[in-house]
């Protein structure tokens, strides 16, 4: 079984690529992050075509989340118990937050994946990096909940971390010094849930320095090669055993109308 996950930067701007890439890997699960559209705006026929089922939850132009699977698509719930939201009460006026499209979960192939797209938390003086912090707190929590629950359940947290949780996984740390992803509390909150139970089912196939899931589109920094790691996989216990192999698509970020971030691909064992 192929499980990757892709912030995709748009689905309808780059919905030909993935096809594509799904064809090209033959991947069995394929987890998007930052769609940007709504619902009935997402390109479903054509995966459809393909064999993949599709659940996608997106309000607006902003975030959006799905899961492509053709091993069986099932119990498919939007948002994990616990997430909170964003807007009114995060902007401080008093208002109740409202619930953003950052996380979707279903059983495929009897893997309970999710495709998460954590809060960027924009500047560390910002109440949205006060937002990321609770949004990976609550993850957590429900995560290991779920362990609890099931020590031997197979879940894939799959998707766009906001996170460098490593020196080695930015090109530059002085750059990044002051700045959200590498901050010691949010790279405390992604340690969190690896000591929750969930492995980094990628790095020990992907060792570092110099291995990056994303380049900004400006100031020529793919070709410099000064990216940043913050797409991860990690697998519960169970999970994690049968992991043979994981590669990061690199050559996905060339090219023109290619999204900011490349694919990550893990390989299952039966």
Not at 45 to 63: K, P, R, T
């Amino acid at each position: 079984m192929r499980i990757a996950t892709w912030n995709v930067n748009s689905i309808r701007s780059r919905a030909d690529r993935v096809a594509a890439f799904l064809q090209r890997h033959d991947v069995d699960v394929l987890a998007l992050q930052e769609t940007k559209c709504r619902d009935d705006q997402f390109p479903e026929m054509m995966f459809s075509a393909l064999g993949y089922e599709v659940a996608h939850v997106g309000y607006s132009q902003w975030n959006g989340v799905a899961l492509l699977s053709r091993v069986g698509l099932e119990d498919v719930t939007v948002g994990f118990p616990g997430q909170p939201g964003w807007g009114a009460a995060g902007a401080g006026d008093g208002g109740d937050p409202d619930a953003e499209a950052r996380a979707i979960g279903a059983t495929c192939g009897g893997v309970r994946v999710w495709s998460l797209y954590v809060p960027n938390g924009r500047t560390l003086s910002d109440p949205h990096y006060t937002y990321k912090l609770e949004w990976l707190e609550a993850l957590r929590t429900t995560a290991a909940d779920w362990l609890t629950e099931d020590p031997s359940a197979q879940v894939a947290l799959v998707g766009d971390w906001n996170i460098a949780p490593e020196n080695d996984d930015v090109w530059d740390m002085t750059v990044f010094s002051h700045s959200t992803h590498v901050s010691p509390p949010e790279r405390a909150a992604f340690r969190a849930i690896v000591e929750s139970g969930f492995a980094d089912v990628v790095r020990p196939y992907t060792p570092g320095p110099g291995v990056y899931t994303y380049w900004d589109y400006t100031k020529l920094r793919f070709p410099r090669r000064e990216g940043m790691r913050i797409d991860f996989v990690l697998g519960s216990p169970a999970l994690a055993g049968r992991v043979t192999g994981a590669v990061i698509d690199r050559e996905e970020r060339k090219g023109k109308g290619a999204s900011d971030h490349a694919p990550v691909i893990v390989d299952l064992a039966d």
